[in-house]
């Protein structure tokens, strides 16, 4: 049973396109994050919801924007996709916002052409 | 600012050779230290965590870290490395914030 699942796991697009990235944990965890891991590896908070609610938005280009339907659910949608949005996206989950172990996803590599 | 430091970008070492690899964190107040390893192609994992209690935390695969208040470090150490413990390596501290920050990584590379 996957604890954090992302999809796609894989993303190549063109610059200018709308995507989207869907995560979802089965943990029951009310916390979920995005993060992006640039190509030097560097893992750099994006965004928090805590039961739906955001709680951390980082300096973030409007273009991201983060969707929690459910507190089981944190989607990232990106608009106008551009070449320095390439890395690799990490959905992350934990039991509430003072339970400070995190659980990540797989990771989703965009690529954006 | 805040911010974590991990002083070694790439280190390489031979099989059955002792691991150190160093952190340092900036952040004042109390603070929650974690290591994570991404094998290559795979997603981060925890090796292990600092809370509180005792200084010496040990983890999986063999691995421990001593956290050291006075110095602002959390250095993870294993006595004898494998070439499966190849992969890049993350300390991240979290304190009045629920999000992690993440050094910059140290890539490990274990030659048979």
């Known amino acids: 049973d996957t604890a954090v699942s992302q999809t796609p796991k894989y993303l190549v697009t063109q610059m200018g396109n709308d995507k989207s990235i869907k995560c979802e944990q089965n943990?029951?965890?009310?916390?979920m994050y995005w993060y992006k891991q640039d190509s030097k590896k560097f893992l750099k908070i994006m965004f928090s919801?805590?039961?739906?609610?955001?709680?951390i938005n980082e300096t973030v280009p409007n273009r991201f924007s983060p969707k929690s339907p459910d507190k089981a659910h944190l989607n990232l949608h990106i608009n106008s996709l551009e070449l320095g949005d390439s890395a690799v996206y990490f959905c992350?989950?934990?039991?509430?916002?003072?339970?400070?172990?995190?659980?990540f996803g797989p990771g989703t590599r965009l690529t954006v052409t | 600012a805040q911010s974590v430091s991990q002083h070694n970008h790439h280190v390489i070492l031979s099989e059955a050779a002792s691991l150190e690899l160093g952190c340092n964190y900036s952040?004042?107040?109390?603070?929650?230290l974690f290591w994570y390893v991404q094998y290559p192609g795979q997603h981060l994992q925890l090796l292990l965590k600092?809370?509180?209690?005792?200084?010496l935390v040990k983890g999986i695969k063999g691995f421990e870290a001593e956290f050291i208040k006075s110095k602002f470090s959390f250095n993870l150490r294993k006595p004898s490395v494998q070439w499966s413990d190849t992969a890049e390596y993350f300390c991240?501290?979290?304190?009045?914030?629920?999000?992690?920050?993440f050094g910059a990584g140290t890539r490990l590379t274990v030659k048979p």
């Open positions: 919801y805590n039961n739906k609610e955001l709680i």
């Open positions: 600092y809370f509180s209690g005792d200084p």
């Open positions: 991240a501290v979290n304190s009045e914030r629920p999000d992690m920050r």
């Open positions: 952040y004042g107040g109390t603070v929650n």
């Open positions: 992350a989950s934990s039991r509430d916002r003072l339970n400070y172990e995190q659980y």
């Open positions: 943990l029951g965890h009310d916390t």
